[in-house]
């Protein structure tokens, strides 16, 4: 009797503990963030009222925006703000961190409460020289999980991959817009925030012909989904499902195969690989 007595109760303590689980990863998967990726260009009125739609923002709730990738944040933060200001009653503040601020815990608080972060264009690698490895890095990703929208532009866009395009190129000393060939070993790349897990995102995409581009982050990251956004439009991001929002398109490029690199320029052959376009409110998954 009393084995089974034993037995019974050691059942109930693992069927709780098992309903713990579930319920704290239920908890975890519902209150998971959502990403805002815009491709760079002109921001309508219809876009960010799209944004604002999406962060569910609260009487209570404010939105932050992080400056620090543009070499002008004051200007960067105010024209965020004329046009925010106008279409939600949401505080608009500035966090524009630097190197001896990313400890501040106060800021770094205000920040991971913030209900939509919003980080600026300008220079991917200014942004994150700023804030990678300090708490304010931490901050950004405890927003995120705790169901705050990250939402970039341009620079913006780029920082939110693993691996992020830096725009510069290994072979070449001058900065080109885009990329005259696609060569291994040539793409530069460094770590951005990861809130976005094998995807590499470039941004202007169309406009600027970057096709080579992000067909040479393919061949060094081939296990990864190429995502090219173009101006004026953006991915919206919830867990693994990708919608497209605003005016023009996002190409996709993934599974290449074949890959044949040759040491004479550093030239690359790609036998195949898989290309879509898509548009306003299509969707697609990414693993």
Do not use: W
């Not at 070499?71 to 105010?78: G, K, L, N, T």
């Not at 990313?102 to 608080?109: G, H, M, R, S, V």
């Not at 927003?143 to 341009?154: K, M, V, W």
């Amino acid at each position: 009797m009393k084995k089974h007595l034993h037995s019974v109760l050691a059942l109930k303590v693992r069927s709780s503990f098992f309903a713990f689980l579930c319920c704290f990863t239920i908890q975890a998967q519902n209150t998971k963030g959502k990403l805002f990726i815009i491709g760079g260009g002109h921001r309508s009125d219809a876009h960010m009222t799209q944004l604002i739609s999406i962060s569910e923002l609260k009487k209570k709730d404010y939105v932050v925006v992080l400056p620090m990738s543009s070499e002008e944040p004051d200007s960067a933060y105010i024209y965020f703000k004329e046009q925010f200001q106008k279409l939600t009653s949401n505080p608009i503040i500035m966090l524009n961190f630097d190197t001896t601020s990313t400890t501040n815990k106060a800021l770094n608080d205000s920040l991971q409460n913030a209900k939509l972060i919003f980080i600026s264009g300008g220079d991917q690698t200014r942004f994150m020289d700023v804030i990678k490895n300090t708490p304010t890095y931490t901050a950004i990703h405890r927003a995120y999980e705790n169901g705050s929208t990250i939402a970039g532009t341009s620079a913006g866009a780029a920082v939110m991959c693993e691996h992020m395009i830096t725009g510069n190129q290994k072979l070449e000393t001058k900065y080109s817009a885009t990329f005259d060939n696609i060569r291994y070993d040539n793409l530069e790349t460094s770590l951005g925030l990861g809130l976005i897990k094998n995807v590499i995102i470039d941004q202007h995409f169309i406009k600027r012909s970057r096709y080579n581009r992000l067909l040479s982050a393919l061949v060094e990251f081939p296990d990864h989904i190429g995502i090219g956004i173009d101006e004026s439009t953006a991915l919206i991001v919830r867990n693994k499902e990708i919608e497209i929002a605003g005016e023009s398109e996002v190409i996709v490029v993934k599974k290449p195969k074949g890959i044949t690199k040759s040491k004479k320029s550093n030239l690359v052959s790609i036998k195949s690989l898989e290309m879509a376009v898509y548009n306003q409110g299509q969707k697609f998954k990414i693993q």
